[in-house]
Structure formats: structure tokens, C-alpha cells
T-cell receptor, first 113, second 114 residues
Framework: DAKTTQPPSMDCAEGRAANLPCNHS???????VYWYRQIHSQGPQYIIH???NNETNEMASLIITEDRKSSTLILPHATLRDTAVYYC??????????????FGKGTLLTVNP | DVKVTQSSRYLVKRTGEKVFLECVQD?????MFWYRQDPGLGLRLIYF???????EKGDIPEGYSVSREKKERFSLILESASTNQTSMYLC?????????????FGEGSRLTVL
């Protein structure tokens, strides 16, 4: 799987948009970008994933650059409950022999009142 | 609501004991995973299974074994627990097909080995 680089920590004011960057310059053509988050003392939670088009769901938006070497997860109106470690992961979407997901260290997002 | 249930939230065991961590999912998922999480090291994959009775080693399988006798249940076994196996253990499951990267995680089992 391609490696990802994320800042170790970020701060955001409550009610503002949180923009979390991720670099994945070695991503290959069949690899998707996945985002998860982990709130303290809980298991990780899937947020969103995409291949090359921007994606949006009820939790967040995912913006992938045209060359696919980086992406940004956007939480449009951050709340205190969004304080968590956010993981960016790249991997093929289909199964075969590569089912696993490799988590890095992620970005600790702290939403401040 | 989809659910991955881990049998124990907190366990305390002694060195040398045999430890079973159980995980059950109710989503009819083919794939199941065991991770451990330690401060500064992130989540590391121990074992995964893509079908009943099938298993594959992850990144850190030493000292662990697994069992998948039924589709909904995936057990992690520590044959002889050691203090360096003190950790948070997380179970997850996913479907085959287009979205195998969408994992559903349990709440975790925090194991302390004394």
C-alpha cells in the first residue's frame, strides 16, 4: 500500500471548517483514499473514501487533487465531538489477497470552544 | 444498526495464562480483522480472515493465533500471555466486493498482563 503523510496535530475553532491534509505521492492507479477517525477510547470509525472524484456524505467531504498525490478531508462545521485522531489510508478497493488496512499515526484534531 | 461486539472491554491476566478474545459481527461480513493499538505505534494488524476457517498473518502475528469456525465469530488467542502483550485489541469486519476498505470496528478490549 502507498504511504501517507499527515500532520501530527491540528486545531480548529468550533463551528468553523476543519481541513485535514494528507499527502500520498506514491499512490497507484487502483488505490483509493480512505479516511477514518478515532475518538478517545473508542474503535475507529469509517468516514469516507474516494478514487479521483470529490466525494461528500453526511459526515464530511473529500477533495482529491487532480494528480491524486494529496487529498483534504473537510468537516464543514466542526463540533467539540469531532475532536479525534483522523487517519488517511490508501489501498486497493477490491479484495484479492490485499484485504488489510494499514493505519499510520494520523492527525489529532482538537476542536476548541 | 451494524454491530461488532467484543466480549470483554477490560481484562487482567497473569503472565503465562491462555487468553481468548472473542469478536462477533452481525452484518454477515466475509472479512474479519484483529488489530492492536499502542501509544505511539498506531494500529497494527495481527491477523485477518477472509472466510470461515481461512486466516492470514498480518504485520505482527508472533505470539498470537486465531480461529474462525463460524462466519460471524473471530477469536484471538494468546497461548501464553506476556507483559508485552498488554495493549488495546480491536476487532473489525468488512464486506467483500467493492468496499473492502470500509471496516466496522468494535469498542476494543483493553488487556493488561501482569
Amino acid at each position: 500500500d502507498a504511504k501517507t503523510t499527515q500532520p501530527p496535530s491540528m486545531d480548529c475553532a468550533e463551528g468553523r471548517a476543519a481541513n485535514l491534509p494528507c499527502n500520498h505521492s506514491t499512490i497507484s492507479g487502483n488505490e483509493y483514499v480512505y479516511w477514518y477517525r478515532q475518538i478517545h477510547s473508542q474503535g475507529p470509525q469509517y468516514i469516507i473514501h474516494g478514487l479521483k472524484n470529490n466525494e461528500t456524505n453526511e459526515m464530511a467531504s473529500l477533495i482529491i487533487t487532480e494528480d491524486r498525490k494529496s487529498s483534504t478531508l473537510i468537516l464543514p462545521h466542526a463540533t467539540l465531538r469531532d475532536t479525534a485522531v483522523y487517519y488517511c489510508i490508501v489501498r486497493p478497493n477490491s479484495g484479492g489477497s490485499n484485504y488489510k488496512l494499514t493505519f499510520g499515526k494520523g492527525t489529532l484534531l482538537t476542536v476548541n470552544p | 444498526d451494524v454491530k461488532v461486539t467484543q466480549s470483554s472491554r477490560y481484562l487482567v491476566k497473569r503472565t503465562g495464562e491462555k487468553v481468548f478474545l472473542e469478536c462477533v459481527q452481525d452484518m454477515d461480513h466475509e472479512n474479519m480483522f484483529w488489530y492492536r493499538q499502542d501509544p505511539g505505534l498506531g494500529l497494527r494488524l495481527i491477523y485477518f480472515s477472509y472466510d470461515v476457517k481461512m486466516k492470514e498473518k498480518g504485520d505482527i502475528p508472533e505470539g498470537y493465533s486465531v480461529s474462525r469456525e463460524k462466519k460471524e465469530r473471530f477469536s484471538l488467542i494468546l497461548e501464553s500471555a506476556s507483559t508485552n502483550q498488554t495493549s488495546m485489541y480491536l476487532c473489525a469486519s468488512s464486506l467483500n466486493g467493492m468496499n473492502t476498505g470500509e471496516l466496522f470496528f468494535g469498542e476494543g478490549s483493553r488487556l493488561t498482563v501482569l
